[in-house]
């Protein structure tokens, strides 16, 4: 038993050289990896909620899109009294579509850089680089490219905003301020 356990030691002593060197490497290797596999969790969830923005922004997209279609196939002629609305109602589609499409590219930019990080990660510790500063970097690059992402997203979101427009007869203020429809 004392003998066993005096080879354990000798196996575990990084000073005592082993006869089998690769075993040593990989129980390194895998605790390294464990750990950063810890690490790169949290990268890995954003990457899915931007996977989900990126998703409603090409819902966002298509209904611009499907809109847009509709509006020009029942374009009227300059003469008509609707020609107006029509046209500053696609200039307004036209730059959604646009604002959209920035939007897609910055958070899929900031996916991108994401996944970089993790990637760097991973190649940082099975390499043993000193590659910190690096991947600081570019964390911060993908949390701006991201912010930008989410600053169009809401402009878009205004810009649909000025397209809505409940004809006011149907809002039957009239009513309302007469007190005939009281809660």
């Known amino acids: 038993a004392k003998a066993v356990r005096a080879a354990a030691n000798r196996s575990l002593d990084p000073a005592v050289p082993s006869k089998h060197p690769c075993a040593m490497d990989q129980v390194i290797a895998v605790s390294t990896i464990a750990h950063t596999i810890q690490l790169v969790m949290a990268p890995v969830f954003m990457v899915a909620g931007i996977a989900g923005l990126l ?3 090409a819902l966002r997209l298509n209904r611009v899109v499907d809109r847009a279609r509709v509006l020009a ?10 020609h107006a609305r029509q046209v500053w109602e696609l200039r307004i589609l036209d ?9 897609i590219l910055l958070c899929t930019a900031s ?8 990637a760097g990660l991973f190649i940082a510790a099975l390499a043993d680089l000193n590659v ?25 979101i205004r810009l649909a905003l ?6 006011v007869e149907l809002l039957e203020r009239e009513e309302e301020q007469r007190g005939l429809f009281r809660k």
């Open 111 to 118: 996916a991108i850089a994401i996944c970089l990080v993790v």
């Open 55 to 57: 998703n409603l922004l």
């Open 162 to 167: 000025l397209t809505i427009r409940v004809p």
């Open 95 to 103: 730059r959604r579509i646009r604002i959209v499409n920035r939007a």
């Open 73 to 82: 196939s029942s374009f009227t002629a300059p003469e008509h009294l609707d």
């Open 132 to 156: 910190g500063r690096w991947i600081a970097v570019a964390f911060i690059l993908a949390m701006l490219l991201l912010i930008s992402g989410l600053g169009a997203f809401l402009l878009e």
